[in-house]
């Protein structure tokens, strides 16, 4: 029996939409319940904050409920590992941070390793670090104060939210950048160590802009430089850190992982429901309120964007020496 070529092409085409069809019913299908975003941190903190906005989005666009729960612990280890062991269902997802690419060095024993056991999804936001100080502080600028700390070596000394904190790792970020001699100081957060800065107990810090740009606009901190590599809108007379010492940049982040293996169908659902939502303009004014700049990356963008950042804080803490707090 011959078949004529229209047919062939039409059942050539129709098998080809075969293999199509199960994706598409577990799309239409997901998600048919509630999703979990595990935050590492308590409530309040920016990457809670904007972790909750971006789970309104993502409910509004797919009808579920995203809520977050927070799992503060261990520099947010204890979330990450719980996630890492939750099935690759697309039902829970972790917040990663800066944390996750400092950790990863700063701790000799984990139980998972973020760049094998955990999927990128989306990055939501990147937030620069500032380099500021006391007002009665000799120096104005950056150039001023490390020609200040090399005349008076080894009796500068930093404030940081903690042992392994970004702050921390900037802090020694610049010393390796620089060749200067500072000590570091820990506190249990960045409220008593902005309030040691402010009281003059403490010569310096690079904190979260967010944290601290209410302090620089009172005139109760001097910024010196910020760590981005361009001004920033929320400081737009300070220059970058990077002026001085080219190369310098930080920034906290946060974005979505996943278990490894889950589907990468779902993985691309929540990438798009996150992009869009950045696109909002109240969550993008949010998030610039909050001193950060929107990160809509595709899941493979954000991957990359983690493993520099794991590559980069590797070298300063085998610089530093750092351990966690």
């Given at each position: ?21 199960p ?27 904007l ?81 500021e ?58 409220p ?6 402010i009281g ?42 990077a ?63 983690v ?18 707090g």
């Open positions: 029996m011959r078949v004529s070529r229209r047919t062939l092409l039409r059942l050539g085409a129709g098998a080809a939409a075969l293999p199509a069809a994706f598409v019913a577990r799309a239409q299908a997901y998600p048919s319940r509630p999703v979990r975003l595990i935050v590492g941190f308590a409530a309040g903190q920016a990457i809670d904050i972790a909750r906005l971006v789970g309104q989005a993502l409910s509004e666009r797919l009808g579920q409920q995203f809520i977050v729960e927070n799992r503060p612990g261990a520099g947010g280890n204890i979330a990450t590992e719980a996630v890492v062991r939750s099935p690759p269902d697309g039902y829970t997802f972790i917040v990663i941070g800066a944390n996750n690419a400092i950790n990863a060095s700063l701790y000799d024993n984990l139980n998972f390793n973020v760049l094998r056991d955990v999927v990128p999804v989306a990055g939501i936001y990147r937030v620069p670090q500032v380099m100080v006391n007002p009665n502080f000799p120096a104005h600028s950056v150039p001023e104060f490390i020609a200040y700390a090399k005349a008076n070596s080894g009796k500068i000394n930093f404030a940081s939210a903690g042992s392994g904190s970004v702050a921390h790792v900037t802090g020694e970020y610049f010393k390796m950048m620089t060749g200067i001699e500072m000590q570091h100081i820990p506190f249990r957060g960045a008593p160590a902005l309030t040691a800065l003059g107990q403490v010569d310096v810090m690079f904190d979260n802009l967010p944290s601290s740009v209410e302090h620089i606009r009172t005139g109760r901190l001097r910024p010196l430089g910020v760590c981005s590599p361009a001004r920033l809108p929320a400081l737009p007379d300070v220059p970058p850190v002026d001085t010492v080219p190369g310098f940049e930080t920034s906290a982040f946060a974005g979505l992982g996943a278990p490894k293996g889950t589907p990468a169908e779902i993985i691309e659902i929540i990438n798009k429901g996150v992009n869009a939502g950045l696109a909002d303009p109240k969550i993008s004014q949010r998030i610039l309120d909050l001193g950060g700049t929107p990160m809509p990356l595709s899941p493979d963008g954000f991957g990359k964007y493993a520099d950042e794991t590559e980069k804080w590797a070298k300063v803490v085998k610089f530093s020496g750092a351990k966690p």
